[in-house]
């Protein structure tokens, strides 16, 4: 599936995608690619202005997250949902959605030290996108409390500095 998109051939990523989600239904990777993928074919159908056609796919990939959610076979790895989640939002251009899904990373069961940390680091940027520049500077004031994750405390830095603008 990542050579499919790697190689701009999502349709074959996507087709491949659900045959392993409808095989393994308890395995939600395979849900988190789909909904990657169709939001990553909604971009494409949007560039060609086929706007209903990427509405559509939209809507598809966020109510596979919903679901997701619901899953009860999924709880053990609902930190990771909520910031995959956040992380389409905020391709999607919904900051204060995607800010709301990195808050429930953070709370979620069985959420690891460095998404939280990211987690943070994400909301911060995503109220920042919002422009919700005080719950921003909050979260990453927390960034900078927990031990560094990638380039974490840089960005959270950076993020007291000045408002995150996106990449």
């Known amino acids: ?6 190689e701009q051939r999502l349709a074959e990523s996507l087709a491949l995608s659900r045959a ?6 308890r395995n939600y990777l395979f849900k988190l690619e789909t909904a990657n993928t169709l939001i990553s ?9 086929h706007m209903a056609a990427a509405d559509g796919l939209e809507k598809e990939a966020l109510d596979l997250f919903g679901s997701l959610i619901r899953d009860e076979s999924s709880k053990r790895a609902l930190a990771v949902i909520h910031f995959r989640y956040a ?13 709301e899904q990195c808050l429930a990373a ?34 990453y004031r927390i960034v900078l409390s927990r031990p560094n994750t990638r ?17």
């Open 20 to 25: 392993l989600q409808d095989k393994y239904p």
């Open 87 to 99: 992380e389409e939002l905020l391709a999607l251009r919904q900051p204060r959605s995607a800010a």
């Open 151 to 167: 380039d974490s405390l840089e960005q959270a830095r950076r993020g007291l500095k000045e408002p995150y603008r996106g990449k």
């Open 106 to 139: 953070v709370v979620a069961a069985n959420a690891d030290s460095q998404l939280i940390t990211r987690a943070h680091l994400r909301a911060g940027q995503s109220f920042d996108l919002a422009g919700k520049r005080n719950e921003a500077l909050a979260e």
């Open 41 to 49: 074919q909604a971009g494409v159908e949007r560039q060609a202005s």
């Open 1 to 6: 599936m990542v050579l499919y998109k790697h």
